[in-house]
């Protein structure tokens, strides 16, 4: 492979080569730029994917702590929530330790 690359430069003038490699450059650089491009587009839809989970996550916290404060079961609250029933007793513990 390399002594057919040496043929090609010592048949090919200084000029052709140096636009040879000015193209090569060009390529590489685009390519790059379409990599950093996607790398970023990727970065932030799962961004926004993850800031959206916790956005839920966040509304069922506060709705489960809603529900609690109304005296609600914590059967009910999980049923209505979805969420664990360790975290629902986590929040009935925080909700007491605050009206303390």
Same mark, same amino acid.
């Not at 090609?8 to 379409?34: C, P, W, Y």
């Not at 989970?53 to 109304?70: D, S, V």
């Not at 929530?81 to 007793?89: D, F, R």
């Given at each position: 492979?390399?002594?057919?690359?040496?043929?090609?430069?010592?048949?090919?003038?200084?000029m052709?080569?140096?636009n040879?490699?000015?193209?090569?450059g060009?390529?590489?650089?685009?390519?790059?730029?379409?990599?950093?491009?996607?790398g #970023?587009n990727? !970065? &932030?839809? =799962? /961004? #926004?994917k993850? !800031? &959206?989970k =916790? /956005? #839920?996550k966040q509304?069922?916290?506060e709705t489960?702590k809603?529900?609690?404060n109304?005296?609600?079961?914590?059967?009910?609250?999980?049923?209505?929530?979805k969420?664990?029933?360790k975290?629902i007793?986590d929040l009935?513990e925080?909700?007491?330790?605050d009206?303390n």
């Amino acid at each position: 492979m390399s002594e057919h690359i040496q043929d090609v430069l010592k048949n090919t003038s200084g000029m052709e080569v140096d636009n040879m490699t000015s193209n090569l450059g060009k390529n590489i650089e685009k390519h790059f730029k379409a990599a950093r491009e996607d790398g #970023i587009n990727k !970065g &932030i839809k =799962q /961004g #926004i994917k993850q !800031g &959206i989970k =916790q /956005g #839920i996550k966040q509304e069922k916290i506060e709705t489960a702590k809603n529900l609690l404060n109304l005296g609600m079961d914590i059967d009910l609250v999980k049923q209505a929530t979805k969420l664990s029933e360790k975290e629902i007793y986590d929040l009935k513990e925080e909700i007491d330790k605050d009206k303390n």
